[in-house]
């Protein structure tokens, strides 16, 4: 099967190069060159990394399978479903791109992200029985459709909170799938594997002119259709025997990008501020200001984070010992503690409007002052 894989991945790899490189032909044209700028101002660079990760992801499948017996028999008998599947990854590709290119409301976009999730869920990919860590299997009942929804929109949107620098969205992505598609693969479900591979790929064939500075852009076209890819396999890669979800090992993977989602969203609310409008104050504006670290510096703390997630994601998977799997969830906490103290966001928090009017409350001689929100300022995510 590692053959298979291999060429899966250099055929997306080379896809996504080749898309890239003609996408980026056309945008130098006289007719495509304010194609982005419009609504983005004058130094915008192309955002074509949705379409370029989606051409690579919708065609190496086939080609693979035109090329390899091993691909046709794992890919071939499942194409159709693959082809609706895409339909709902093309929903997400258009109501990123309309984004990427007049700026659509984030109403807009959830509606689209709700509606392509739905789909999913109609084709079968369902979390109805939930396995827990060192638990029983939980039946979701009537709430399966509502968790599934949910599920796939937060990850969805995971992906395209943490793209704020070049690179970190692409490579954070391409760690995790590789990392899922392993544990698709030895769980049965090498179809999966094969399709995060492609997912992988096409990442891979379009970071080069991502990583700082970029020539292109992955827009909110390309964030939003990763994150959309991973929370959809990652549903089917984590089913086991008993048709459970096995939540722990995806949730670990993609750890980084839940951990600033989370924290984006914690902040604002205790900030009494709209969960889903943005700000400047994610984990990589932090690296710039309390670290002073660069672009390139930032691309290597935030993927040497996303490296520990997914070597604790393989390790979760693998684990045969009640010990260990308690290990590296200590490890995990104790690194995140670690990551919120050094950025600061254990005193910010503390010091947040909820948190500091509820110590008021409590103890009310303490301060006659009422606090403020921070004066960080507001931007899109």
Known sequence: MLDVYLLTLTLAVG???????VLLAVSRTVRFAGL????????????????????????????????????????????????????????????????????????????????????????????????????????????GPVVTVLWVVFFTNAINLIDGRDGVAAGVAILAAVTLAQVASHSDHPTIALLLVAMAGGSLGFLPFNLP??????????????????????????????????????????????????????????????????????IHHRLEEEMALGPRGILVVLYGISVLFSSAAIILHYAQHFAVEVAVFAALVAMVGVILARLGYLVSLWNSYSLAWLRRRLAPSASSAGPSPPPRGEGGD
């Not at 896809?15 to 490189?21: K, L, N």
């Open 15 to 21: 896809i996504g190069v080749a898309a890239t490189g």
């Open 36 to 143: 982005f700028r419009a609504a983005r101002g004058a130094t915008e660079k192309p955002r074509w990394g949705g379409l370029v990760i989606f051409l690579a992801f919708a065609i190496t499948p086939f080609v693979a399978s035109a090329i390899s017996s091993e691909a046709d028999e794992l890919f071939t008998p499942k194409s159709g479903e693959f082809l609706g599947f895409l339909g709902a990854c093309a929903l997400v590709l258009l109501v990123g791109f309309w984004d990427d290119w007049r700026v659509a409301t984030w109403k807009q976009k959830l509606l689209v992200q709700v509606a392509a999730a739905s789909a999913v869920y109609a084709a079968g990919y369902t979390i109805d029985r939930v396995g827990l860590p060192w638990g029983p299997e939980l039946e979701l009942g009537p709430m």
């Open 213 to 282: 500075r970029a020539s292109a852009y992955l827009g909110d076209s390309g964030a939003l259709l990763l994150g959309f890819i991973l929370g959809s396999l990652s549903i089917r890669g984590s089913t086991g025997v008993t048709d459970a979800v096995f939540i722990a090992v995806p949730v670990v993977a993609l750890g980084f990008p839940i951990l600033d989602t989370a924290l984006a969203a914690m902040r604002r609310v205790l900030d009494r501020r709209h969960p889903l409008l943005g700000d400047l104050d994610h």
